[in-house]
């Protein structure tokens, strides 16, 4: 079986400030992770995404997240966060069948 | 890259009525595409997993005989909400998966209003 855990269901950081959204996830199997971002009333956009390549994913937007097998943690960062930042962000883990998400983390950007 | 299109993208009918809502996938073959549920402030819910050509199969919990799920075509799923109730209101997202490694491609969502 598999879950994810996003520590915060609300985050606020100043512009320019470093964004962290933390992720921790349990999986049988090795583990394919997102992270995605959604906008109010509008559907799910991948930021990133580690399918047991390299432990450092590149997304877009700026953002990146690192595999941490021993931690079995997958958190986001972004080193200067911007006001177009403040959305709802969902880290998922997949297996074959299906994606389970987390219940997000909605991230405030202060002026 | 993968472009998912959901239509329409917000509804509102009458309680008792049937909405049909669609997802397709623009560039890409999904051979397995998801319903999912959103309420307010909350995560997605997963409703069902279909694959192309076979029956979808509903997470617990979840009405077959109410939210209908067609995959007919590699491109395109349909879910009907039948016999809408105001508690069927919520936002409803579809996602497309061609392989595991490619990632799962959301749609923009519906918005259901059952009045």
């Known amino acids: 079986a598999q879950s994810v855990t996003q520590l915060g269901s609300h985050v606020s950081v100043s512009e320019g400030a470093l964004v962290l959204l933390r992720c921790n996830y349990s999986?049988?199997?090795?583990?394919?992770l997102f992270w995605y971002v959604q906008y109010p009333n509008q559907g799910l956009q991948l930021l990133l995404k580690y399918t047991s390549a390299a432990t450092l994913v590149k997304g877009i937007n700026g953002f990146e997240a690192e595999f941490k097998k021993s931690e079995t943690s997958f958190h986001l960062t972004k080193p200067s966060a911007h006001m177009s930042d403040a959305a709802e962000y969902f880290c998922?883990?997949?297996?074959?069948?299906?994606?389970?998400f987390g219940k997000g983390t909605r991230l405030h950007i202060l002026p | 890259g993968a472009v998912v299109s959901q239509h329409p993208s917000w509804v509102i009918c009458k309680s008792g009525t049937s909405v049909k809502i669609e997802c397709r996938s623009l560039?890409?073959?999904?051979?397995?595409m998801f319903w999912y549920r959103q309420f307010p402030k909350q995560s997605l819910m997963l409703m069902a997993t279909?694959?192309?050509?076979?029956?979808?199969?509903?997470e617990q919990g979840v009405e077959k005989d109410k939210f209908l799920i067609n995959h007919a075509s590699l491109t395109l799923s349909t879910l009907t909400v039948t016999s809408a109730h105001p508690e069927d209101s919520s936002f409803y997202i579809c996602s497309a998966r061609r392989y595991r490694v490619d990632g799962y491609t959301f749609g923009s969502g519906t918005r259901l209003t059952v009045v």
């Open positions: 999986s049988s199997v090795p583990p394919y």
């Open positions: 279909s694959n192309e050509g076979s029956k979808a199969t509903y």
């Open positions: 998922a883990v997949s297996d074959d069948d299906k994606i389970i």
């Open positions: 560039d890409f073959q999904a051979t397995t």
